[in-house]
Nanobody
């Protein structure tokens, strides 16, 4: 399984970015997919998750209403649309795949992408 994250960059507060995670090497309709982030000096934290087969999504409270996770079955790609970005959203963002039911815990995820940097300036 390979996960390739992209789409990060530098944006001003209030702006938007869309992250992509291209997945290959498995039948992903049996997986849950997640986005996590890690800021310097902080632990990796859950951002958003989606059950690939149903499209059901779930979010951290800190991003609810601002971020949207989605997937494109034809492209085997998961997206994270990030709106109303804040300086506190600055982090390296990682996508991950979970072969079971999906969760908010990083330890349950089996595969990880390489991360993409998101920097939000004030």
């Amino acid at each position: 399984v390979q996960l390739q994250a992209s789409g990060g960059g530098l944006v001003q507060a209030g702006g938007s970015l869309r992250l992509s995670c291209a997945a290959s090497g498995a039948t992903f309709n049996r997986y849950a997919m997640g986005w996590f982030r890690q800021a310097p000096g902080k632990e990796r934290e859950f951002v958003a998750g989606i059950i690939w087969s149903s499209g059901s999504s779930y979010y951290a409270d800190s991003v609810k209403g601002r971020f949207t996770i989605s997937r494109d079955n034809a492209k085997n790609t998961v997206y994270l649309q990030m709106n109303s970005l804040k300086p506190g959203d600055t982090a390296v963002y990682y996508c991950a795949a979970d072969r079971t039911y999906g969760s908010r815990e990083a330890a349950t995820y089996d595969y990880w992408g390489q991360g993409t940097q998101v920097t939000v300036s004030s």
